[in-house]
């Protein structure tokens, strides 16, 4: 469910519907929604339609900051087409996401 800088590029390419929690291993709110992100992912990602992925901003910075303007943790981002079409800062509950998810075509 984590994913690279490179693999996240390659799926944005590709137009995948994408759902992704940014995160950083010293997030206190990251830690709380981290098990309800990977719940859904689990239960979403069997299934086709938006996948889920978690993204380490300590891994790649430069991409994250630089490319995807990540300025806080934890961000939601979905893309689609392509294209960015979600953006949101803080902490989803597990209900939001699933439904944020469904969002994301």
Known sequence: MEITSQE??????????LLIDFYASWCGPCKVMKPWFEKAAKELNE??????????IENDKDFA?????VRS?????????????HHSVGVLTEDKI????????
Do not use: D, R
């Not at 943790?73 to 079409?85: D, Q």
């Open 98 to 105: 699933k439904s944020l998810a469904k969002t994301i075509i």
């Open 47 to 56: 299934g086709s339609g938006t996948k889920l992925y978690t993204f380490n």
């Open 65 to 69: 900051v630089g490319q995807l303007g």
């Open 73 to 85: 943790v934890p961000t939601i981002k979905g893309f689609s087409g392509g294209k960015e079409v």
């Open 8 to 17: 996240l590029q390659e799926k944005i390419k590709q137009g995948e519907p």
